[in-house]
């Protein structure tokens, strides 16, 4: 069908029909699979295997046939959950299985399905004859013991048993080794310790464990003197090597003994094995100087140290900036924030609220201790483009600007601080500020009456906006526009007497300013209603 009349659906009923027939003929299976591939048909494949094992009654060939529908499920249709189940027929049918345990075991691995991994790892434990996968079969079932059931008492079991068959597997002591530390049973640590000297391949891998025994008798099981003599034994080794230096340095700091505690730790910094560790070091000895023996100049140097190896580490930035400031070294802390802030943005590290509070410091520092207003400037700028509604940046920029007479710019953050401005009655009282200072500072009475009219749109009873405009528009001569505001007033004012007047001063203005006297005449008589007397 497929070759003749180019027809594979065709072909894959015939081939699909015979494996359903003889589930062992390879050529079907094969040619059945191949054209499901081409095809898409999976599903087909499905029903032919099912329709087969309805068919099969010899054991093998049901098992061959529930593999095979196994393989379609996980592997064409991406259906994990029918595999398991077709493959935990197959171990119905034969417990011990092999391609069915370890497709199992995958399968429980990748769904995360560990109560279940670990019971397949044990019958495949059981029907393993290669003692190294049998080894690494234990140690993937002590570790999701360990890691995933938290089940300490299992895993220990597991690696037991591998040291029954090898007593110094390394690996599995180190295991131990990790759950005596979570179990904090320091003695069988203490001992695993012990065993792990005799599986030491060199001198540094024996200083090392010295090293840790030394630790673990000093702060779990209060024998410091063996602490000692163990940290000896390593020197003796190794001379100044790192672990024993550590371990050292950690009854030194016990003891409270900080000066000799300087000196070790400068032992370590001597022959610590690469820059990452020396930082780490230099930052120790930092905290030293500054915290235990209150000299901040020495800190300062061990902090510079550390800069010279990583001068994008945020930690050492975060400390030199402190320590400037404790010893009032001003322009080195303004260029030491800029670099906090370098480094937090180029690597992530700081979020928006810490860059603004970054450049805040910055520009306080800047404008109150430095004095150089255009940095503090450019720092509050900053806060700003962040958050235009921080008012203590937008207060900052104020002050600034008022002390440099640099009012323009004084208007524009008034006007920025009106526009973030929630409460109505402090946004007005913000843009007459604002007026005030184009009319008095700036002496630019157009711009300042354009802000009047901002305030007098939003209340066209602003006494305040109202008569400075009015102001304003007498010395413009803008008779118009100083009519619609004596206008707008006589109609806000309750005093009658008042309303006449403001009445009759528009009526002169339209007959001597303007020359309407027909408006003139209208504005007199709406006086004259309000008091005929």
């Known amino acids: 069908a497929e070759q003749k009349l180019f027809d594979q659906a065709k072909a894959l009923d015939w081939w699909s029909a015979a494996l359903v027939e003889d589930p062992r003929w390879e050529r079907a299976f094969e040619e059945s699979e191949r054209l499901a591939g081409e095809t898409g048909a999976w599903g087909q494949m499905v029903g032919a295997y099912s329709n087969a094992l309805e068919r099969a009654k010899d054991k093998d060939v049901q098992k061959l046939t529930l593999l ?12 994990p959950a029918h595999a398991v189940e077709t493959h935990l027929r197959v171990l119905a049918i034969d417990p011990k299985d092999p391609d069915a345990l370890a497709s199992l075991d995958r399968l429980y691995l990748g769904a995360g399905m560990v109560d279940d991994l670990a019971e397949i790892l044990r019958r495949r434990i059981e029907i393993t004859t290669d003692p190294d996968e049998q080894l690494e079969l234990y140690f993937r079932r002590g570790a999701i013991f360990a890691d995933a059931l938290g089940d300490l008492e299992q895993s220990l079991k597991c690696y037991a048993s591998i040291l029954d068959h090898d007593s110094r597997n390394r690996r599995a ?3 131990i080794e990790a759950i005596h530390f979570r179990r904090e049973d320091w003695k069988h640590l203490y001992e695993t310790y012990e065993k ?3 599986t030491a391949d060199a001198d540094a891998e024996m200083a090392d464990i010295y090293a840790r025994m030394a630790r673990l008798a000093s702060d779990a099981l209060n024998e410091e003197d063996k602490a000692i003599d163990l940290i000896s034994r390593v020197l003796d080794i190794r001379g100044e090597e790192p672990q024993a230096l550590a371990a050292l340095a ?3 700091t016990r003891r409270g003994k900080w000066e000799e505690l300087v000196e070790i730790v400068e032992r370590q ?16 000895l930092g905290r030293i100087w500054e915290e235990k023996l209150g000299r901040e100049r020495n800190a ?3 902090w510079l140290a550390a800069d010279r190896i990583d001068g994008n580490d945020l930690e050492t930035l975060r400390s030199l900036a402190r320590l400037y400031r404790s010893t009032q070294a001003w322009d080195a802390m303004s260029q030491t924030i800029r670099r906090i802030i370098d480094v937090g943005q180029l690597t992530g590290s700081i979020d928006e609220a810490e860059t603004i509070e970054l450049y805040a410091q910055l520009g306080q520092l800047e404008g109150d201790v430095l004095g150089r207003v255009d940095e503090a400037v450019e720092a509050w700028r900053r ?14 920029l104020e002050n600034l600007f008022t002390r440099e007479a640099r009012w ?3 208007i524009d953050v008034l006007e920025k601080r009106a526009l973030v401005l929630d409460d109505e009655v402090q946004r007005r009282e913000t843009l007459l500020q604002a007026a005030a200072t184009w009319e008095e500072k700036v002496e630019d009475f157009t711009r300042a009456a354009q802000v009047y009219e901002r305030v007098r749109s939003s209340d066209p009873s602003n006494m305040t906006a109202s008569e400075r405009l009015e102001a304003i528009y007498r010395q413009q001569y803008k008779w118009t526009e100083l009519v619609e505001i004596l206008l707008e007033r006589s109609e806000l004012v309750t005093d009658v007497e008042q309303q006449i007047q403001l009445l009759n001063t528009v009526a002169k203005i339209y007959e001597s300013e303007i020359g309407d006297q027909e408006s003139a005449s209208y504005v007199l008589q709406a006086a004259f209603k309000r008091d005929y007397s």
């Open 68 to 79: 095979r529908l196994a393989r379609v499920y996980e592997s064409e249709l991406g259906d």
């Open 173 to 175: 002591l180190e295991a």
């Open 196 to 198: 792990l000297i005799d």
């Open 250 to 252: 950690d009854l030194t």
């Open 269 to 284: 910094i001597a022959v610590a094995p690469s820059d990452g560790e020396q930082i780490v070091l230099y930052k120790h």
């Open 300 to 302: 300062l140097d061990a």
């Open 383 to 396: 806060v700003i483009a962040i958050d235009p509604s921080d008012f203590r940046a937008l207060s900052a």
């Open 408 to 410: 323009e710019e004084a």
